[in-house]
């Protein structure tokens, strides 16, 4: 991306941003001017924090805007080192929405006034567009006629990030799609086994969403009601989804087992062919050994990896979308309120990965040295 494209695209962005918030913050507002506002704040009826939430994330995209113009070289590197730090505000400025969404609704049981519900939406749009911006500006490209020629501008150069080095990973995770793309494309003669799995995965997974709903309703049949046909009933039913539940999960996980070994039995075969169609150099150069390793576990431990994260993705995926509808009929505010927690627990986890990440590969390497040092290579 060119510096002056980002910026250009920053720019246009605050304004816009600036000017929608402004408006349906003046229309959103009963009466009275900013000034009155301000003085007479009140958090649970007025939006000017929102408002100047808005303020404070254009100053930051201004702020990036400007050391991306000036230096192209390290305004980039120093916008990547605090990708972090702007994630932090926009959920910050997330989460807080929400609780100004509930604080509203303490005061306004029915919330009819457009305006306000456009501000509520306009602001999560422009935060995941700040996000977007910030991230955008950081992957430029720097500057070749401000790098020099000598030694220490390479290095710094280097400090900065090569531009094929700043593109190498979303070129690695655009070829990883393309390889989960082309293991699926394997699995086309078994779509049918496949939707028949589907749908005993959905059953299987309404079932577990609706046995907690029901084991409520039998405590309160059995404590607060008193009544031992409600508590009968709600038993039976649970029962029923148990059961139903179980068997699903039973056929679902059979059905998946039989689809991946298939595509176990598939991907061995056009490997097979592939090495049988190979000249006999290919053979001098590489080990039977390694050969026959990919052609019996590696194989194995794809299609197993392949079939696990799909199975465990689609239950998770349907059965999240049941709790969360659940959730939202019987209380929007408490749903809210559980959500607001999500943002900050998926940050913590990104961060530990990170910091995991690097601790397992700074202990391999330094497993791999000690090795060589017994085996008496270093």
């Given at each position: 991306?060119?510096?002056?494209?980002?910026?250009?695209?920053?720019?246009?962005?605050?304004?816009?941003?600036?000017?929608?918030?402004?408006?349906?913050?003046?229309?959103?507002?009963?009466?009275?001017?900013?000034?009155?506002?301000?003085?007479?704040?009140?958090?649970?009826?007025?939006?000017?924090?929102?408002?100047?939430?808005?303020?404070?994330?254009?100053c930051?995209?201004?702020?990036?805007?400007?050391?991306?113009?000036?230096?192209t070289?390290?305004?980039?590197?120093?916008?990547?080192?605090?990708?972090?730090?702007?994630?932090?505000?926009?959920?910050?400025?997330g989460?807080?929405?929400?609780?100004?969404?509930l604080?509203y609704?303490?005061?306004?049981?029915?919330?009819?006034n457009?305006?306000f519900?456009?501000?509520?939406?306009?602001?999560?749009?422009?935060?995941?567009?700040?996000?977007?911006?910030?991230?955008?500006?950081?992957?430029?490209?720097?500057?070749?006629?401000?790098?020099?020629?000598n030694?220490?501008?390479?290095?710094?150069?280097?400090?900065?990030?090569?531009?094929?080095?700043?593109?190498?990973?979303?070129?690695?995770?655009?070829?990883?799609?393309?390889?989960?793309?082309?293991?699926?494309?394997?699995?086309?003669?078994?779509?049918?086994?496949?939707?028949?799995?589907?749908?005993?995965?959905?059953?299987?997974?309404?079932?577990?969403?609706?046995?907690?709903?029901?084991?409520?309703?039998?405590?309160?049949?059995?404590?607060?009601?008193?009544?031992?046909?409600?508590?009968?009933?709600?038993?039976?039913?649970?029962?029923?989804?148990?059961?139903?539940?179980?068997?699903?999960?039973?056929?679902?996980?059979?059905?998946?087992?039989?689809?991946?070994?298939?595509?176990?039995?598939?991907?061995?075969?056009?490997?097979?062919?592939?090495?049988?169609?190979?000249?006999?150099?290919?053979?001098?150069?590489?080990?039977?050994?390694?050969i026959?390793?990919?052609?019996?576990?590696?194989?194995?431990?794809?299609?197993?990896?392949?079939?696990?994260?799909?199975?465990?993705?689609?239950?998770?995926?349907?059965?999240?979308?049941?709790?969360?509808?659940?959730?939202?009929?019987?209380?929007?505010?408490?749903?809210?309120?559980?959500?607001?927690?999500?943002?900050?627990?998926?940050?913590?986890?990104?961060?530990?990965?990170?910091?995991?990440?690097?601790?397992?590969?700074?202990?391999?390497?330094?497993?791999?040295?000690?090795?060589?040092?017994?085996?008496?290579?270093?």
């Amino acid at each position: 991306m060119q510096a002056w494209k980002a910026v250009a695209g920053t720019l246009a962005f605050i304004g816009v941003d600036v000017t929608v918030t402004t408006l349906l913050y003046e229309h959103s507002r009963s009466a009275g001017s900013i000034l009155q506002d301000l003085k007479h704040f009140n958090i649970f009826d007025s939006m000017l924090d929102v408002w100047g939430a808005c303020l404070y994330r254009s100053c930051l995209l201004l702020g990036a805007a400007i050391g991306v113009a000036k230096n192209t070289n390290y305004g980039p590197k120093r916008l990547r080192v605090s990708r972090t730090f702007i994630t932090v505000v926009c959920l910050a400025v997330g989460i807080y929405t929400l609780a100004k969404l509930l604080l509203y609704s303490e005061v306004r049981k029915t919330i009819k006034n457009p305006w306000f519900w456009s501000l509520f939406a306009w602001t999560y749009l422009s935060l995941a567009a700040t996000f977007f911006l910030w991230k955008l500006l950081s992957s430029v490209k720097p500057s070749r006629e401000t790098l020099g020629v000598n030694s220490e501008s390479r290095t710094e150069a280097e400090d900065v990030g090569d531009p094929v080095s700043l593109s190498a990973q979303p070129k690695k995770e655009e070829a990883s799609a393309a390889t989960i793309c082309k293991l699926l494309s394997y699995t086309k003669p078994d779509v049918h086994f496949l939707v028949v799995a589907f749908f005993f995965l959905v059953v299987a997974a309404l079932g577990e969403t609706f046995l907690p709903f029901y084991t409520g309703r039998a405590i309160d049949g059995i404590v607060i009601q008193k009544s031992m046909d409600k508590f009968s009933t709600a038993v039976v039913i649970m029962a029923v989804l148990a059961v139903g539940s179980s068997f699903a999960a039973g056929i679902r996980g059979g059905v998946f087992t039989l689809v991946f070994a298939r595509l176990n039995i598939r991907l061995r075969n056009s490997l097979f062919r592939s090495l049988v169609s190979q000249e006999m150099s290919f053979f001098d150069e590489n080990l039977t050994g390694d050969i026959i390793s990919r052609l019996t576990s590696d194989t194995t431990i794809v299609s197993d990896l392949v079939s696990q994260n799909i199975n465990i993705f689609l239950r998770n995926m349907v059965k999240a979308t049941g709790v969360i509808v659940f959730m939202f009929s019987l209380s929007w505010q408490l749903s809210l309120v559980t959500f607001m927690g999500f943002p900050i627990v998926m940050l913590m986890s990104d961060l530990y990965g990170k910091y995991y990440k690097v601790g397992t590969q700074s202990f391999a390497s330094e497993l791999v040295l000690r090795q060589k040092f017994r085996c008496g290579v270093v």
